[in-house]
Nanobody, 122 residues
Framework: QVPLVESGGGSVQAGGSLRLSCVGSGYISVTACMAWFRQAPGKEREEVARITYGGITTYTTSLRGRFTISRDNTKKNVYLQMNSLKPEDTAVYYC????????????????WGQGTQVTVSS
């Protein structure tokens, strides 16, 4: 069973918005730290944002103000609202979760989704 399943990606023009969703399976702890990462073509995967069970959020500085992470603890879901999209936001976006805490580096997140493609055209 895939632990996390992302949806909501697609193609949008610069300045537009998208809302990504990630559904956690039964394997995912309801109290897990949940996060979004992204990987652009030819680049390393980078963190976008993470959120604790209690709703404390952390963002990559360059994305703060345009992207908003949220979660629904009753459904083990996490969301990423992306506004004012730019061509450089084009990437595969991944949802990740870790049941231990929200201080893990990317490589230590225990569960990952398969990603959803976001393409922003100019």
């Amino acid at each position: 069973q895939v632990p996390l399943v992302e949806s909501g990606g697609g193609s949008v023009q610069a300045g537009g918005s998208l809302r990504l969703s990630c559904v956690g399976s039964g394997y995912i702890s309801v109290t897990a730290c949940m996060a979004w990462f992204r990987q652009a073509p030819g680049k390393e995967r980078e963190e976008v944002a993470r959120i604790t069970y209690g709703g404390i959020t952390t963002y990559t500085t360059s994305l703060r103000g345009r992207f908003t992470i949220s979660r629904d603890n009753t459904k083990k879901n996490v969301y990423l609202q992306m506004n004012s999209l730019k061509p450089e936001d084009t990437a595969v976006y991944y949802c990740a979760a870790d049941r231990r805490d929200c201080y893990r580096v990317q490589a230590d997140f225990g569960s990952w989704g398969q990603g959803t493609q976001v393409t922003v055209s100019s």
